[in-house]
Nanobody, 126 residues
Framework: HVQLVESGGGAVQAGESLRLSCVAS??????????VGWFRQAPGKEREGVAG???????DYVDSVKGRFTISRDNAKNTLYLQMNSLKTEDTAMYYC???????????????????RGQGTQVTVS
């Protein structure tokens, strides 16, 4: 089990940027074994995978954020990032980071099912 804490959310105007961070409470040699990613949930909507990154650094994105969002990880700091540029009103949601050792790839569709997840950080775009 790993604890995850997100930060970096906020309220911005359409077209602006935000950078989300997620710190994991585990040893670095353990963290690098996890597939990690971000998913989001807007009020009244299903959870939606946004981006994933596997242990080799391979990334995957849902089509709606390709070219605008970038996921990255710093294993030495046990930290996952999501750089969000050109934000749109439809990006408004609670964003969660998630981690799991039971997957071999960082496919975005699986991220909402990862066993470990944080409490979320709100992103509001107007």
């Amino acid at each position: 089990h790993v604890q995850l804490v997100e930060s970096g959310g906020g309220a911005v105007q359409a077209g602006e940027s935000l950078r989300l961070s997620c710190v994991a409470s585990t040893y670095a040699y353990m963290y690098e074994l996890y597939c990690v990613g971000w998913f989001r949930q807007a009020p009244g909507k299903e959870r939606e995978g946004v981006a994933g990154i596997d242990i080799d650094g391979n990334t995957d994105y849902v089509d709606s954020v390709k070219g605008r969002f970038t996921i990255s990880r710093d294993n030495a700091k046990n930290t996952l990032y999501l750089q969000m540029n050109s934000l749109k009103t439809e990006d408004t949601a609670m964003y969660y980071c998630a981690a799991d050792r039971g997957y071999s790839g960082g496919t975005w569709t699986f991220v909402p099912m990862y066993k470990n997840r944080g409490q979320g950080t709100q992103v509001t775009v107007s």
